[in-house]
Nanobody, 121 residues
Framework: QVHLVESGGGLVQPGGSLRLSCAAT????????MAWFRQAAGKEREFVVA???????YYGDSFTGRFTISRDNAKNSVYLQMNSLKPEDTAVYYC???????????????WGQGTQVTVSS
């Protein structure tokens, strides 16, 4: 069993940056594909980006350039650096672990509780 805990969310002004972290306990993340999803109020969960065990990255539509995923297997953690944030980036951001690097939530077995990101002036 993998337990994921996200942190780093908060309130940021448009154009600002945030770095989200996802720490895992229970098992090593080194063999898992890791991903970030987000869900805005009243909308469906949306795929942001995923990273494979070997570092290969797969971005969801419209997320290249501003968002960057990274992982530190020694710290059993994955990160999401978000730059040039916009009000439409406001959402709960979730970390997920699974067996393959894909953009569909159903392929991820473990989920964190989410961290709120609010972009507003």
């Amino acid at each position: 069993q993998v337990h994921l805990v996200e942190s780093g969310g908060g309130l940021v002004q448009p154009g600002g940056s945030l770095r989200l972290s996802c720490a895992a306990t229970g098992r090593t993340l080194s063999n898992y594909a890791m991903a970030w999803f987000r869900q805005a109020a009243g909308k469906e969960r949306e795929f942001v980006v995923a990273i494979g065990w070997n570092g290969g990255v797969y971005y969801g539509d419209s997320f290249t350039g501003r968002f960057t995923i990274s992982r530190d297997n020694a710290k059993n953690s994955v990160y999401l650096q978000m730059n040039s944030l916009k009000p439409e980036d406001t959402a709960v951001y979730y970390c997920a672990a699974g067996g393959v690097v894909v953009g569909e939530a159903k392929y991820y077995d473990y989920w964190g509780q989410g961290t709120q990101v609010t972009v507003s002036s």
